[in-house]
């Protein structure tokens, strides 16, 4: 496995999670991926990634894309430098990251959730709710995570409750159903 330090150790560079390692593929290095982008394009031959292995906690290592390929509905990837099973399981529960500004730009009008972190939210009334401090995937649809003071706001990502989000102003407007944040409390 090759390390590049400056890769990774960017102070301003901001990494996202495009994938998941969930299982070894083959005996030859190879695993399967849960992916967090419908974009295959970002997997391309070369690209180099982080790794934060779930044990380590912050503890992060590069690798680069040997190959990626869609096998009977599932994702697989071969990073450069993992060459046996017993190597590749050490990375079961890896977050793949790569740094935002690798992203390809989103097609007009759409936007990655990450971009919603740190936009301040108000109701339809002009209440203001809070800032999203994070978009918890929770298997179906995106939840917003919501803090004002001690107080936390989950708002599911769905377009009958957002009303507008102005990512240039840092704003999300919602329209919540009547007791949707007395559930939080």
Not at 50 to 76: M, N
Not at 118 to 126: I, L
Not at 150 to 165: D, G, H, M, N, V
Request: charged share 30%; with cysteine; hydrophobic share 40%.
């Amino acid at each position: 496995m090759r390390f590049w330090s400056s890769f990774i150790s960017h102070p301003e560079a901001s990494f996202i999670s495009i994938a998941r390692i969930t299982k070894t593929q083959g005996l030859k290095g190879a695993v399967r991926i849960e992916l967090k982008f419908d974009h295959e394009g970002i997997f391309e031959t070369g690209r180099r990634l982080i790794l934060t292995t779930a044990a380590a906690g912050t503890v992060e290592c590069e690798a680069e894309i040997e190959f990626f390929r869609r096998q009977h509905g599932r994702s697989v990837i071969k990073l450069r430098g993992i060459d046996t099973v017993s190597e590749a399981e050490k990375y079961i529960g890896a977050e793949i990251r790569i740094p935002a500004s690798d992203l390809l730009p989103p097609k007009e009008g759409w936007f990655y959730t990450f971009q919603l972190k740190g936009c301040r939210v108000f109701a339809v009334n002009g209440e203001y709710i809070g800032t999203i401090t994070d978009v918890l995937d929770m298997g179906g649809a995106d939840i917003l995570k919501v803090d004002r003071e001690k107080k936390e706001t989950l708002i599911p990502f769905a377009q009958s409750y957002l009303r507008k989000i102005d990512l240039d102003q840092r704003r999300v407007e919602v329209d919540l159903p009547e007791g949707l944040r007395e559930l939080n409390e």
